[in-house]
């Protein structure tokens, strides 16, 4: 049974606190220490990232732990089969060539965040420690810290990792028979009207500007936190990524033109994330819920492909009155969803 979760941070413990805000370029300290990630220990929602200073010190920083654990599986190897929000970032530096040249990591106030430097110092950005590890990690930027922070979060007793239980897949295919996969040229303007949760898991809803039609998709934890925070105007340390995508933007004199879902590929949905600079514009790849985050938090349009729309769509008159009435839904209302 589904049940209304607007607004979200009613049932995300992690909900909360403000994201970073953007930073003037500066210099930096000189006196900085090379820093080698290592691994990542989690327990409970707490992380924390180890780190190694070249003379064998260790270093445990504390870390969000929705980036952490997108880090942690890629230092196992493990190989996700889409971008991520971070391998979109990157992909949009590379196109308006403003690559990440260094990531700092430092103390302000007590409170470690990252310092990411653009295209050699052209820019600055500042990121909390979990997105600056991840564009450390994906883009081989040079990894650094002061060497106060090195001092305060040196000789740490680590206790290891805490693997959290897998939550087991739902059996079957999650997109009915019908929906196709081929991407047509027609587009229909789509809005967010919420966020509901069936059977554990996190489905954001779209509908046409009619109302007609209603285009479920699945998400994840971390994406449903980052666009619920956006969603609610929230300023929050969930939608973090989301937000340095924005910083990054504004610093490359860019915006978000509009997001679209484009088609079905095996019960996988397709997204792409168009870019506007400086009269051009840039489509990059992307998932569905990276785009309408990145859509929702620049007032771009979302867009969905007639086909698709056609094919998997429902009849939206149930999810208007739910969210307009805040009702529970009864069992069976939400049978078909599509995969995110």
Known sequence: MLRLILPLCLLLPACGGDAPPAAPISDGPADTVPLTLLDFEFSGDFARALLQTPDGRSVAIPAEPCPAATIDLRLDDFAFPRPLTHDLLLAAAERLALPPSSVLLELSDGIPHAHIALAGGQHELVATIGDGLALHQRSGAPLTATSDLVATYSDTITTGKVVAHAHAAPAGPRRPPSARLAQGDAFVPMRMIGIVQAAGELVVVLVDLDDQRAFPFFIGFCQAAAIN??????????????????????????????ARITQLREDTYIGELSLSHRGQTLVLDARPSDAVALALHSGAAIEIAAELLAAVGEDASPYVELFAAGKRPVAGFFPAVGNF
């Open 229 to 258: 925070a956006i969603f609610t105007r929230l300023t929050a340390r969930e939608a973090s990524t989301h937000f340095l995508f924005h910083d990054f933007l504004t610093a490359a004199s860019a915006t978000v033109a509009r």
